[in-house]
């Protein structure tokens, strides 16, 4: 399977504070997404990052990637509790004919 | 409204049945996607189309069926191959290669139950 890691597993903060998610992934991509999914429902794409970019912000997340590494990570500044959710990256590999293949997602939960 | 539009919410199926699920979009995408997800899990790619009459196996396609007739199309049998359906089924599409690849949108998803 070519599906990466992601951690934490499952994460819990207090409202105000800034949740980070890793994620690896195992082909050459041509970009890195990150997701979100609310319980039971489908997901929404966050931010999308190239393999020639190193870092990128959308509001409050900050999205790098580390190609050597084959890592990212997603941060989000001042977490409101209507950020809790599930997070999950996603390698496209044009290589594979733009196969998209997901993490295994962290489990976010933000207490007022 | 454009978007991506799966039916039925909720689909029960007897043991030994053929169920299909549907997926439609009018965002002119090129590339559509099934995903399977079981509870606490992450997606599972099943099956992936970049376009018309061609389709690739995900990593976990046995079991599964699908067809890309029309590009706005993308349906999902689950046939009685498939020894453990019961999951949540979700139908994502994007621009492909050609249009320049980008982020995926997804459906609300279908919930298999096997009864």
């Not at chain 1, 580390?66 to 209507?82: E, F, H, N």
């Not at chain 2, 409204?1 to 049945?17: A, H, M, V, W």
């Not at chain 2, 599972?44 to 976990?60: A, E, M, P, T």
């Amino acid at each position: 399977s070519q599906q990466g890691e992601e951690d934490p597993q499952a994460l819990s903060i207090q409202e105000g504070e800034n949740a980070t998610m890793n994620c690896s992934y195992k082909t050459s991509i041509n970009n890195l997404q990150w997701y979100r999914q609310n319980s039971g429902r489908g997901l929404v794409h966050l931010i999308l990052i190239r393999s020639n970019e190193r870092e990128k912000h959308s509001g409050r997340l900050r999205v790098t990637l580390d190609t050597s590494k084959k890592s990212s990570s997603l941060l989000i500044t001042a977490s409101r509790a209507a950020d809790t959710a599930s997070y999950f990256c996603a390698s496209l590999s044009m290589e594979y004919g733009n196969k998209l293949v997901f993490g295994a997602g962290t489990i976010l939960r933000v207490k007022s | 409204d454009g978007g991506i539009t799966q039916s039925p919410k909720y689909l029960f199926r007897k043991e030994g049945q053929n169920v299909t699920l549907s997926c439609e979009q009018n965002l002119n995408h090129d590339a559509m996607y099934w995903y399977r997800q079981d509870p606490g899990q992450g997606l599972r790619l099943i099956y992936y189309s970049q376009i018309v009459n061609d389709f690739q196996k995900g990593d976990i396609a046995e079991g599964y069926s699908v067809s890309r007739e029309k590009k706005e199309s993308f349906p999902l049998t689950v046939t009685s191959a498939q020894k453990n359906p019961t999951a949540f089924y979700l139908c994502a599409s994007a621009r492909g290669q050609a249009q320049g690849g980008t982020e995926a949108f997804f459906g609300q998803g279908t919930r298999l139950t096997v009864v």
